[in-house]
């Protein structure tokens, strides 16, 4: 819905109040909105700007969810959170291809514009039911690439040349070794949504752990006028981690994918139970991985799920560097990402999944909290 300013009305000489009125709507009206719903949609830096001014004068607390689309339950608790903290929540929707590897999936990932819409004027309508908050979705921020990039894209590959936030190591390990340019173009295009849209908060999901450590730090030795919020990983019944990949699935792989959060949590039951040291929390993890694919691999061709383990990881909470041994006093970060390979001997009329069921990359973590006693 795209409502446009009356023009020309200046020139009347009947400038009565009813024409007063009109023209005071139709300045109210100039600017996109999701059908249904007060919600804005922003597309330049520009109407970020003109939109977020008034705000401060105001002493309004803005908030930001940066998201890519396809919205999940994962993203909305994220939107809850900062609606019960914040007088206005921004949504960004916005595939940001720098941090996409030349051979990932960026042409095939999930948009879904018009059902993203529907989802956010429905919560929006929830939020504004709820007497428990403090704002509701006033933006969402859906730029395309030369508005995100005004010097012009600098590519995807390993070595182009650009205007770049890099921080080291974080980027180079776990994600960032299989990724080599995912953390460059996440920490780069965050720098820029937090500088366009000047957010008091910024709110993050634990699902993807090792972004939450990269921003934060990020945040913290570039200075940045924002407080980072994690909220939890939301999952389905079976323990899978919502991801707007998941559609990628098809059902046969959908079945194996929670192999991944039963490892995990077979680990972090012997870090409850007293163990620390990283064979023995991994040992778990591991015996769990090799159970599920020696049953899948038992079966035909055309029934089994095969995957392959990309890490599992027991790392520092604030370094995500590797440990052998877990400090009670600081907890670690149990994480690890597996690789469903494309299902062998596809049936007739089977559900492979968005985009024909490429190879998908499933992430997971689990925080083991300092324990108490110590
Ligand atoms: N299951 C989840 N629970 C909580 N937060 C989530 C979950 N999944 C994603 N998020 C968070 O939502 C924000 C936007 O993520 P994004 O749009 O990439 O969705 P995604 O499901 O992680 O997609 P992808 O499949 O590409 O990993 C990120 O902060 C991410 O951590
Ligand atoms: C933070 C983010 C929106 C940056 O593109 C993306 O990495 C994501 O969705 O997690
Ligand atoms: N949620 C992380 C975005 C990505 O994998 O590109």
């Keep these: 819905m795209l409502a446009h300013p009356v023009r020309g ?15 005071a709507t139709a300045r109210r009206q100039a600017f996109e909105t999701i059908p249904s719903s007060p919600i804005r949609v922003m597309r330049t830096v520009d109407a970020v700007r003109r939109w977020r001014k008034p705000q401060y004068l105001d002493h309004r607390i803005v908030s930001l969810v ?11 608790s994220l939107i809850r959170s900062a609606a019960r903290e914040s007088h206005h929540v921004v949504v960004s929707i916005y595939v940001n291809p720098a941090q996409f590897g030349i051979k990932e999936d960026l042409a095939s990932y999930p948009v879904t514009w018009e059902s993203d819409c529907k989802i956010l004027a429905e919560l929006d309508r929830e939020l504004a039911d709820d007497g428990g908050n403090l704002g509701r979705i006033s933006a969402v921020f859906a730029p395309t690439t030369p508005e995100m990039y005004p010097s012009g894209f600098p590519g995807q590959e390993v070595n182009s040349k650009g205007s770049f936030v890099i921080l080291t190591p974080i980027s180079e390990i776990l994600e960032g070794r299989t990724r080599p340019t995912f953390f460059r173009g996440v920490a780069t295009v965050c720098m820029k949504l937090f500088n366009i849209v000047q957010p008091e908060k910024v709110y993050f999901g634990q699902k993807d752990v090792q972004q939450t450590v ?21 999952r389905e019944s079976d323990g899978l981690a919502l991801s ?11 079945k194996v ?6 490892a995990l949590k077979a680990a972090e039951e012997r870090y409850l139970n007293g163990a620390l040291d990283r064979k023995q929390l991994l040992d778990a993890a591991n015996s769990v991985i090799t159970g599920v694919l020696n049953e899948q691999s038992a079966l035909s061709p055309e029934k089994r799920a095969i995957f392959e383990v990309d890490y ?12 052998t041994e877990i400090d009670p006093k600081k907890g670690s970060i149990l994480s690890g990402a597996i690789k469903m390979l494309p299902v062998e001997s596809p049936q007739p009329g089977e559900d492979l999944g968005h985009s024909g069921g490429p190879a998908v ?6 925080i083991l909290k300092p324990s108490t006693e110590t």
């Design 257 to 262: 994918a929670p192999v991944l959060n039963r």
């Design 9 to 23: 009305l200046t020139g009347s000489h009947v400038f009565n109040r009813t024409a007063i009125r009109t023209m």
């Design 214 to 234: 990269l921003i934060r730090k990020m945040v913290k030795d570039f200075m940045l006028p924002t407080e980072v919020v994690i909220g939890p990983t939301i």
């Design 244 to 254: 707007s990949r998941n559609v990628y699935l098809g059902e046969r792989r959908r």
């Design 312 to 323: 599992i990881s027991l790392a520092d909470p604030s370094s995500m560097e590797e440990l």
């Design 361 to 366: 990359r499933l992430i997971d973590n689990i």
């Design 66 to 76: 940066p998201t890519m689309g396809a919205l999940h339950q994962g993203h909305l």
